[in-house]
Structure formats: C-alpha cells, structure tokens
C-alpha cells in the first residue's frame, strides 16, 4: 500500500516568516500526491497536487510543494506565513483500496500554528 | 465550483438512536463519494467508498451492517449509523469525485460532529 508521513505533529513559525510543512512517502510507481487543510470544525480544502511535470507545483493561498524523488519527499511552503494560515495540513497519497479501486491515503496531519 | 453540502453539521441524540447524514454535491455530478471518520486530532481514516447506484465497498473493520451507505445518485449519498453508541460519536466528513481514477483532488463537506449520550 502507499503511505504517506509527516514527521511533525505542529510546527510554529512567526507571522512573515518563510513556512514549512514535511511529508515523505512510499510508493510503488509514479506517486500521485496532494495536500489539503483543514480548519477547526470544517472539512478538508484542495491546496495542490503532484502527478507528472514539473517538480515545484504551485497551489492555492500562496502555497507550493516541492517533489523530490531522491528524497521520497513533498514538503510543502511558502515564502511568509500568514496568521490566517493556522490549520491542520495534510499530506496525502493516491492508493488502491480494499475493492481494487483508487482512493486517497490521508498522512497523520500537521498542526500549523503561525504566531503574531 | 466544487461544492458539497454536508447536513446535519451536529447531531446530540440519544444511545440506540439511528442517525442519517447526507451528503450532496451542488455543482458536479459525484461518480464517487466517500465517508471518513476523524478522531481528535487524527487523521482521517477511510470508511468506504460509494458509486452511484452499486453497494459500497467498506474498509477492513468497518461493519456495514453498523455503517448504511447509500449512493442513490450522482448528487446524493448518505450514512446511516444505526443503533448508535457512545463509542460512534466521531466526526465524519464525506468527499465526493467526479471520478474514479483519482487523479483529481476530492471535494469535501463540512463534517458532521456526532455525540451519543
């Protein structure tokens, strides 16, 4: 099965400060990869996704990820943080299910606290 | 675009009480819907996932039998968790897909929060 981890359960950073969110992964074949946000009470937001090209993808709010492959790595950033960007930030993989069709394999998530 | 309409966003009820929660997409047709349990401050974990008009598929320890989904439409899915417990009370988010390859990302509702006295 695919996976993917975030090895941070919170990361702090200061309002205007350059941010970033880990995820690495583990996959046969070509990974399919996303991160999506979460805020309190609400459900998940599309921020961005890796499947073919170019290796710096850029999503919504400002964000990007960047897919290493020699890194097994989707670290997701960007350049000055907002206090607005305070979520829960997840990781996420294209996987094959239980009845042999795709799913999504969510990571364990990421606090992201940004301080005024 | 891309709008899902979760409801109930809360439900209080009683223990044995059956709690249906539906899951519309406004805007696109859903080939394929999607329900997620998320404990606090956890991921979310898959519970099964719906095509129009077939019997959903369940992931390994979830009970079908506990977990009703129905995927009568291309815009209308629901859970029903029947003969609820304290130990359901979670918060279930549904996503819905336009398709079955997952390629493109999930659209998701706004989760209900579910407390079984």
């Known amino acids: 099965a695919q996976s993917v981890a975030q090895p941070e359960d919170q990361v702090n950073v200061a309002e205007g400060n350059p941010l970033t969110v880990k995820c690495t992964y583990s996959v046969s074949g070509n990974p399919y990869l996303f991160w999506y946000v979460q805020y309190p009470n609400r459900g998940l937001q599309f921020l961005l996704k890796?499947?073919?090209?170019?290796?710096l993808v850029k999503g919504s709010y400002g964000f990007e990820a960047e897919f290493n492959k020699s890194q097994t790595s989707f670290h997701l950033k960007k350049p000055s943080a907002l206090v607005s960007d305070s979520a829960l930030y997840f990781c996420a993989v294209r996987d094959i299910g239980s009845g042999g069709y795709q799913k999504v394999t969510f990571g364990t998530g990421t606090k992201l606290q940004v301080i005024p | 675009g891309a709008v899902v309409s979760q409801h109930p966003s809360r439900v209080i009820c009683k223990s044995g009480t059956s709690v249906k929660i539906e899951c519309r997409s406004l805007?696109?047709?859903?080939?394929?819907m999607f329900w997620y349990r998320q404990f606090p401050k956890k991921s979310l974990m898959l519970m099964a996932t719906s095509n129009e008009g077939s019997k959903a598929t369940y992931e390994q320890g979830v009970e079908k039998d506990k977990f009703l989904i129905n995927h009568a439409s291309l815009t209308l899915s629901t859970l029903t968790v029947t003969s609820a417990h304290p130990e359901d009370s979670s918060f279930y988010i549904c996503?819905?897909?336009?398709?079955?390859?997952?390629?493109?990302?999930?659209?998701f509702g706004d989760g209900t929060r579910l407390s079984i006295l």
């Open positions: 890796y499947i073919t090209g170019d290796n």
């Open positions: 996503s819905a897909s336009e398709e079955v390859w997952g390629n493109q990302p999930q659209h």
């Open positions: 805007d696109f047709q859903a080939t394929t």
